[in-house]
């Protein structure tokens, strides 16, 4: 079996186990604490970073290039479209979320929020938690717009892009921090991602000390 070192709340962790989950690949959960700089981990990735998948007799670290190698891999169900323009724009979306999105919003929000307390660095930047709340009106109009124009966001099927920003907006709805209200469509998309089977496990993730809202594993909020 499948191997995923993991944290509950990373939107990487997420990405990868979405990826897995959609693929009906069984993996064994074990939940890192990267910030303690275990040997044995470090061993595994030198990095330092969750996640990290053994599989197929691999240890494979970095989130794009393991969905990548499990797309390759597993080709069925697809996550990736068939013509090279389409792949682009899924790729361009994946870097989008795990590189804007997070830099500009994640990280301002949940890691002030959630990862100081647990790493027990300290109390949330009230400077950098403004501009996140600030951050995120902009990327959910950006989703919008992408959805007035498609049916998912990287174009007419579910792909890799929808699970990262799936990944990345189902952490942050975890601590309440997204405003469903502020746009209809990208509501309807995340309802419809949230509801296939490949979610159950992650709308399940508990984290000691913090309490999901009462919507955050109904599938029809």
Not at 21 to 49: M, T
Not at 94 to 117: A, C, I
Request: glycine share 4%.
């Amino acid at each position: 079996m499948a191997r995923l070192f993991h944290v509950p709340l990373s939107p990487f962790c997420r990405k990868v186990r979405l990826s897995l989950a959609e693929k009906k690949i069984e993996v064994e959960l074990v939940e890192e604490r990267y910030w303690d700089r275990d040997p044995d981990f470090l061993r595994r990735n030198p990095a330092g970073k969750v996640p990290v998948l053994r599989l197929d007799g691999h240890v494979m670290s970095e989130s794009a290039a393991i969905c990548e190698y499990i797309e390759e891999t597993r080709p069925e169900p697809s996550l990736m479209p068939a013509k090279p323009e389409a792949r682009f724009e899924v790729r361009r979306l994946v870097g989008w979320f795990d590189d804007k999105f997070h830099n500009e919003v994640t990280s301002k929000l949940l890691y002030e929020r959630v990862n100081k307390k647990v790493t027990g660095q300290g109390y949330p930047d009230s400077k950098n938690v403004k501009e996140g709340a600030r951050a995120i009106k902009y990327h959910l109009d950006y989703m919008a717009w992408l959805l007035d124009h498609r049916r998912w966001l990287a174009g007419d099927q579910m792909t890799l892009a929808d699970f990262a920003a799936a990944a990345h907006l189902s952490s942050l709805d975890y601590i309440s921090d997204v405003d469903w209200n502020r746009s209809q469509v990208v509501k309807d998309w995340y309802a419809k991602i949230k509801s296939r089977p490949a979610f159950r496990s992650i709308l399940a993730d508990q984290v000691p000390g913090f309490r999901p809202p009462l919507h955050y594993a109904d599938l029809d909020f």
